[in-house]
């Protein structure tokens, strides 16, 4: 009987741990739900860093639950939590490093020298026991080969920047990954701020993180083998009139590259 009730014991010990983490990541959407703010008709978005500032210690409660997680609970989750985890961290720990200097700067590059300081190469935080930096979340995780291969990620992480894709105003999970991924996609690409077909000259003009990360949009995801194919599945997005649009679709238009903002994407008082 003892040893019937130790096995039960260690069978259901996986289940525990796993109810131990909040896969709602309700904490954070509390915060983006206060201090973040919606803007362009929900195309883009402002955050509210001095308000993030006052419940700093909400903050980093979500950030020390993120830490906490092992190495092994986080491999035995399906794979749209952990992209949800991933994202969730990155966003949040930006948020964080921000805050360690704010007011006190106008871009996230004032944190680091691109080259030999970069801000996202600064070990400032812990994730499955080991001291972690922003691109390791994003391009040694998120974007390894094989791991996830969504190029729609692009559109979910947030670098704190104006010409950034908006932070959501509520926390990725995984139950609902696929449709949020969509609508960040789709928010995005709505934005003729960084995202449009000039009809005067034949060109869609479309933001640097196309190329800069243009071979991540050709890799296969839902059978999309190149950026014009990519963007062309958002031509009603992108262009105004059936014609345009049209031509954006079936990938009769040059490609061009609006300057990216790196101004702080926080609320303009």
């Not at 959407?29 to 909400?58: F, N, P």
């Amino acid at each position: 009987m003892k040893n019937w009730l130790v096995a039960v014991a260690f069978a259901l010990l996986p289940l525990s741990v796993n109810a131990a983490f909040d896969q709602s990541h309700a904490a954070w959407t509390a915060l983006l739900e206060r201090h973040v703010v919606l803007i362009d008709g929900g195309k883009a978005s402002q955050v509210d860093y001095a308000g993030l500032a006052k419940e700093r210690s909400a903050l980093k409660a979500y950030l020390d639950s993120l830490s906490a997680v092992p190495r092994a609970q986080f491999d035995s989750w399906s794979k749209p939590r952990q992209l949800a985890f991933l994202i969730n961290a990155y966003n949040a720990f930006t948020v964080e490093l921000i805050l360690t200097r704010y007011p006190d700067l106008k871009s996230i590059r004032d944190l680091g020298n691109l080259v030999f300081n970069s801000p996202w190469q600064q070990k400032f935080f812990t994730l499955f026991g080991e001291p972690r930096h922003l691109d390791w979340i994003e391009h040694e995780t998120i974007r390894k080969p094989g791991a996830h291969d969504d190029p729609r990620i692009h559109f979910a992480v947030n670098c704190a920047s104006v010409g950034c894709p908006m932070l959501n105003d509520e926390a990725f999970v995984g139950e609902r990954l696929d449709a949020q991924l969509e609508q960040q996609a789709r928010r995005f690409l709505a934005d003729r701020s960084r995202n449009r077909f000039d009809a005067k000259t034949g060109t869609l003009m479309v933001s640097r993180i196309f190329d800069w990360y243009g071979r991540d949009f050709e890799a296969g995801h839902r059978g999309i083998t190149s950026l014009k194919q990519f963007l062309g599945s958002y031509a009603d997005l992108l262009a105004a009139n059936p014609a345009d649009q049209a031509l954006v679709r079936r990938g009769l238009v040059e490609i061009d590259y609006i300057d990216y903002d790196w101004a702080l994407n926080g609320v303009q008082r």
